[in-house]
């Protein structure tokens, strides 16, 4: 059976990271990076609420695309608002695909450190969430950490995976066990 897995938390947590090695080892499978289509569109941040919308549809059809040949698909994305992830169970569960959705936790200190350790980064995702961070009355990422778990608190199926910084591999391996490894 394909696997719809949403992995979710704070910028800076191994969401892409921790998305490319579960791809890597399931044959076929689709890392569905929202950013990066995001940034497919042309001249996006010049209407990024119309970019944001246009994205998740596209992100979407795509996941049914890949869900109904039977390949799994992981999608990794930093959410504050139910309606994507009610949209991405809502697919899993009209192709029947199993639905697992997974937040990487650690602290909201931990979250606005990381993310500011990747101010000098060359990843064009990093850049381009430091663009978003920056527009005027933009939350600060300990507040965004604070709302993507009360939103993840109306979902009862989220598992909990703790993002240990500097381990990649244990955090790798806890994902693992909650996603059941390759199908």
């Known amino acids: 059976m394909a696997q719809l897995v949403v992995l979710t938390g704070a910028p800076g947590s191994g969401k892409s990271t921790l998305a490319r090695l579960l791809v890597d080892e399931r044959p ?9 289509l995001r ?3 042309g001249d996006w ?3 990024p609420t119309a970019a944001g919308i246009r994205t998740r549809r596209l992100a979407l059809a795509a996941a049914r695309a890949q869900l109904e040949l039977g390949g799994d698909v992981v999608v990794p994305q930093f959410l504050r608002r139910p309606e994507l992830i009610e949209q991405f169970r809502d697919l899993a569960r009209e192709v029947g695909a199993s639905f697992v959705l997974v937040a990487l936790v650690s602290s909201a200190s931990e979250a606005a450190e990381r993310f500011r350790a990747r101010a000098v980064s060359a990843d064009a995702n990093h850049r381009d969430a430091a663009h978003l961070q920056d527009t005027p009355g933009a939350a600060t990422i300990e507040e965004l950490y604070v709302d993507m778990l009360a939103m993840l608190a109306g979902f009862p199926e989220t598992v909990y995976v703790e993002s240990v910084p500097d381990d990649v591999a244990g955090t790798f391996a806890a994902l693992r066990e909650v996603t059941g490894g390759p199908s």
């Open 28 to 36: 076929l499978a689709l890392l569905l990076d929202l950013d990066k």
């Open 39 to 41: 940034a497919q569109l």
């Open 45 to 47: 941040r010049s209407e």
